[in-house]
Structures are given as structure tokens and as C-alpha cells.
């Protein structure tokens, strides 16, 4: 038997550690969670990216009482912006949720498996790293590509 052991680098930052552009992105995701429609949950997701041009684009859940018919933060936030700037790589996603009392949550939150893959397509499709920066009011967590969240990863290069 062989056993394999996966690192994951991450760095937990305070909002003051940041630099100013990261807080920008930071505070639009943590806006955006106003934005969310989840009266089935109660449970407000944001995400805000970043495009290497500089562009800023943000999302939030949508939850429909046909249950899974919903969107996440992150696909909404990645779906738009694949349609509507199809040449531009997403450079940094930042993701912020709010509870059912409205307070930010203390520890960051991450991305389901469905958002992760789709993550992991994004940076297939432009062939370029995507920085994550997860929100909790306890520190803000630095992921350096999706491979830290989504390590064994599925792509089409398994389908060869």
C-alpha cells in the first residue's frame, strides 16, 4: 500500500493586511451579499472577481423554491463573467456570506463541490491561475489556485 499526503498552502491575512485593491474587492463581495435572493436559507453569499484588466465583476445566490434550481455567489459571479468578457481571465474571487442574522460569518466560508469544478474549468479555459480570497471577520483566507480547494481535480484531460 501507498498513502499520498496533499498540501495545501494557505495564507490567512486580517482586512488590514491587505492591499487596497484586495480590500476593494473584499468590501464588493461583502456588499453583494445584500443582493442575495435566499429566502430559503437565509443564507447571503457574495462574490466579487477581479479580471486581469482590472474589471470588477460581483454576484450573489439566487435560490428558487424549485429547489436546485439556484445559483451560487460563484457561478453567477463566473458565468457572467465568461459571457460577458470572454478574453479576460479572472485574476482574483473574493467570497463573503452572511447568516440568517445577517452577521458576517467569524470563519470563511469555501465553495461547494459544483462551484469549485466550475472554478476549476475557468482556469482550464484561460490556462491561468485563479487567486481566492475567502472573508470571515476572523481572517481572510489566501488561496493561490483552485487546486488548493479542488486538489484531485476532474478536466477533460482525463477524458483522453
Do not use: W
Not at 37 to 58: E, H, K, M, N, Q
Not at 130 to 153: A, K
Amino acid at each position: 500500500m501507498k498513502e499520498l499526503t496533499l498540501t495545501i498552502p494557505i495564507r490567512v491575512f486580517s482586512y488590514e493586511e491587505l492591499d487596497e485593491a484586495d480590500r476593494h474587492l473584499i468590501d464588493t463581495a461583502r456588499e453583494t451579499t445584500r443582493r442575495s435572493y435566499s429566502p430559503y436559507s437565509r443564507f447571503a453569499v457574495g462574490a466579487a472577481l477581479r479580471l486581469i484588466d482590472g474589471t470588477l465583476v460581483s454576484g450573489s445566490n439566487q435560490e428558487n423554491a424549485a429547489s436546485p434550481s439556484g445559483l451560487c455567489a460563484e457561478r453567477t459571479t463566473l458565468f457572467y463573467a465568461n459571457s460577458r468578457y470572454p478574453d479576460q481571465a479572472v485574476d482574483t474571487l473574493a467570497i463573503a456570506a452572511r447568516n440568517e442574522r445577517g452577521e458576517f460569518l467569524s470563519d470563511p466560508i469555501s465553495p461547494c463541490g459544483a462551484c469549485r469544478q466550475v472554478m476549476m474549468e475557468t482556469e482550464k479555459r484561460y490556462n491561468r491561475p485563479m487567486r481566492i480570497l475567502l472573508y470571515g471577520t476572523g481572517g481572510i483566507y489566501e488561496i493561490r489556485g483552485v487546486s488548493g480547494l479542488l486538489p484531485l481535480s476532474f478536466d477533460a484531460s482525463a477524458m483522453k
